[in-house]
């Protein structure tokens, strides 16, 4: 006992030289590098971009001056805008549904303990360590009319016609930029689909194969609902990245041919070329705003929790 008292004033004075906020048992000033991080490259940006959303560039002045929600306004009833807003939601919507399908089919198939199956669970993580902007260039060299591989054997099948090439025709341009994000995000989808599938219980299986269920049956009356929730947060994380693709537009296609690929990203980011920044700034904001409001719904609809 006398050991402990003699050792707690000795472990205070070996403490006496530190700042008292380094003693206190509060974690904000522990939390201020991150909070400062925060502020620094997520609020600020954020209120920037609202402050240039109300601003126009005089071009007699060359200065910012302040005009309310006018920008707004010419975001809202710009048909170019409603055009790509359109282009991001088909992109949206038909590259998550091929992904989610793709995604569960081969995480199903992964699914067992035979040999080798482990060395192929590992190369599903190779896609995804590869810049999106090296996977746009790679397929645009596989899409070229002529000498792409890709291109090759879609004309042999019979699937294109060799007058169009894939990318350059409006019909097929946006399948061929979706066809790069699909490669390289469904082994996403396989490793999260994967890793719930690992983990449900055995149980329910058993008595299903008992009862004399068949593998469909147990997959839809079982696997489905045990995995819905890993399936919602599957989904709602690859929406939001999907709906913000700007990589493979830029690298393949610039938006073309015409304004047929071009995305609400894409449309933002060209402003900004331009050095329209207000305007830019303002489609960016809805980009966000649209982002939110459908995470919201979704989250309220399928009861999300994280």
């Known amino acids: 006992?006398?050991?402990?008292?003699?050792?707690?004033?000795?472990?205070?004075?070996?403490?006496?030289?530190?700042?008292?906020?380094?003693?206190?048992?509060?974690?904000?000033?522990?939390?201020?590098?991150?909070?400062?991080?925060?502020?620094?490259?997520?609020?600020?940006?954020?209120?920037?971009?609202?402050?240039?959303?109300?601003?126009?560039?005089?071009?007699?002045?060359?200065?910012?001056?302040?005009?309310?929600?006018?920008?707004?306004?010419?975001?809202?009833?710009?048909?170019?805008?409603?055009?790509?807003?359109?282009?991001?939601?088909?992109?949206?919507?038909?590259?998550?549904?091929?992904?989610?399908?793709?995604?569960?089919?081969?995480?199903?198939?992964?699914?067992?303990?035979?040999?080798?199956?482990?060395?192929?669970?590992?190369?599903?993580?190779?896609?995804?360590?590869v810049p999106p902007a090296v996977t746009g260039l790679m397929f645009l060299l596989m899409e070229d009319a002529q000498f792409g591989v890709l291109s090759y054997y879609l004309k042999q099948l019979g699937i294109i016609d060799p007058a169009n090439p894939l990318l350059a025709n409006n019909s097929t341009a946006l399948i061929g930029v979706m066809l790069a994000d699909i490669w390289q995000w469904t082994p996403f989808m396989v490793l999260i689909f994967l890793a719930g599938l690992r983990a449900l219980p055995k149980e329910p299986y058993e008595a299903a194969a008992i009862d004399g269920a068949s593998a469909i049956q147990a997959f839809r009356l079982i696997t489905l609902p045990l995995l819905s929730r890993v399936i919602a947060v599957a989904v709602l994380l690859r929406s939001i990245d999907l709906f913000r693709v700007y990589d493979y537009v830029y690298v393949m296609t610039s938006g073309g041919p015409g304004t047929q690929t071009e995305t609400l990203s894409f449309y933002a980011g060209r402003l900004f070329t331009l050095a329209n920044f207000p305007y830019a700034a303002t489609l960016a904001l809805i980009v966000l705003i649209s982002l939110n409001v459908m995470a919201a719904v979704f989250i309220k609809l399928f009861k999300v929790r994280f």
């Open 1 to 129: 006992m006398a050991s402990s008292t003699i050792a707690a004033p000795a472990a205070s004075r070996r403490r006496s030289w530190l700042p008292r906020w380094l003693t206190a048992e509060s974690a904000l000033p522990w939390l201020m590098p991150v909070i400062a991080l925060l502020l620094a490259f997520g609020v600020y940006p954020l209120l920037y971009a609202v402050w240039l959303s109300l601003q126009e560039r005089s071009r007699i002045t060359r200065q910012f001056e302040f005009v309310g929600l006018k920008q707004w306004g010419i975001a809202l009833t710009d048909p170019r805008t409603w055009d790509s807003f359109q282009v991001t939601l088909t992109y949206t919507l038909v590259c998550l549904a091929v992904q989610v399908v793709l995604g569960m089919a081969i995480a199903l198939l992964l699914d067992t303990e035979r040999r080798g199956y482990g060395l192929l669970r590992s190369l599903m993580i190779l896609p995804l360590v």
